[in-house]
């Protein structure tokens, strides 16, 4: 076993020095999934999609194309779909049964696994940096309601009114469930949440996550979103997920986690790791073996009656979708020169992996 050992490790050194030095980054993002009709999806609307959700892109390509960092990436994108009108997120999140906007986020970072969320927040803009604030300025991972809001004012946010975040779509919703007796469902035909992940050329990964929960809920209630495991987890070591659909069941999996966990798993399974030859540990993971656990986890959440999807980033730089509903709003682009936008399945190429 050590001499087989001792061949790998020859081998990986062996490998032509440049195959390391092209920097390498991915980054995915999402803007909900859900049952989305190719019928009534007008041009126009497809075309108001697809713009905010490149630029999203555009954003977060930009700074990890210029040696940014994957943190600094993802925000960068989720701010953008959180000031869209468009996605259930910032502007646009919908209302709760007493009519207002109530706002979850979460951040992971990859190279420590330091995170933050916050939930039920109804006066900052932005909540994907608050969430960032809860991980860089304070000693919590979650704070909600009030005691968040108060600690925003206090790291210099700005007091947004509630009016920011109404819309006329989003109201009327509200307004048809209560007068129709319908369910969030009935009235959601997606989930809005938005979501990025990313690699940067330093080989670190961050995941985030933000929404505005589900149309007309009550009691306080909050998703997988802000819940770090459920709805958003980063592990250098493994991948970064960001997950948007029926958060009560992305919960009762653990879904970012559980992807995750399985992936570091199927890594360590590759080569029995020898502590002397570290780089032995470190093979790369195949991109088909990833999708695979991706859309096992996600059949999982099926099977126990939830829908929606995940996007994916691994250390090797797949950049992996897998969702069980019609579509999902979602973009990928990478370093290899991959740049597109997709609303229901099978749009996307078939490979997003950044091979030099």
């Not at 995940?310 to 069980?324: K, M, Q």
């Amino acid at each position: 076993m050590k001499k087989l050992l001792a061949l790998v490790a020859l081998a990986l050194m062996s490998q032509p020095a440049f195959a390391q030095e092209v920097p390498k980054w991915s980054l995915a993002i999402h803007g909900g999934a859900g049952t989305l009709d190719p019928e009534q999806m007008t041009p126009e609307r497809r075309a108001a999609y697809e713009a905010d959700l490149q630029r999203a892109l555009d954003a977060g390509s930009k700074i990890l194309a210029e040696g940014g960092s994957a943190m600094d990436a993802i925000k960068a994108a989720i701010v953008i779909m959180e000031d869209s009108p468009l996605f259930n997120a910032g502007k646009g999140a919908v209302f709760t049964w007493d009519g207002t906007n109530e706002l979850d986020a979460s951040i992971m970072d990859g190279r420590d696994r330091s995170a933050g969320a916050i939930a039920g927040v109804k006066t900052v803009r932005n909540p994907i940096l608050l969430a960032d604030k809860v991980r860089t300025d304070s000693e919590h991972v979650m704070l909600m309601g009030a005691g968040a809001e108060a600690f925003a004012v206090e790291k210099g946010f700005a007091v947004t009114p509630p009016e920011y975040f109404a819309t006329p779509a989003r109201r009327e919703a509200l307004e048809r469930l209560k007068a129709e007796k319908l369910s969030a469902l009935d009235v959601d035909h997606k989930f809005g949440t938005v979501g990025a992940v990313a690699l940067d050329q330093s080989g670190n990964l961050a995941a985030g996550t933000s929404t505005g929960g589900m149309t007309g809920k009550r009691w306080g209630r909050v998703g997988d979103a802000p819940m770090i495991g459920a709805g958003t987890y980063a592990d250098n070591r493994a991948c970064a997920v960001s997950a948007t659909g029926w958060g009560e069941y992305f919960i009762r999996v653990g879904v970012a986690h559980e992807i995750c966990g399985r992936l570091k798993f199927e890594r360590e399974a590759l080569f029995q790791c020898d502590t002397h030859t570290p780089r032995v540990c470190s093979l790369p993971l195949d991109p088909d073996k990833a999708q695979k656990v991706a859309d096992d986890v996600m059949a999982e959440v099926k099977e126990l009656g939830g829908d929606g999807g995940v996007i994916l980033v691994t250390p090797e730089g797949h950049a992996i979708f897998s969702f069980n509903t019609t579509g999902m709003y979602r973009g990928r682009a990478t370093s290899a020169g991959v740049n597109e936008v997709a609303i229901f399945g099978g749009e996307e190429k078939a490979s997003a992996t950044p091979d030099h």
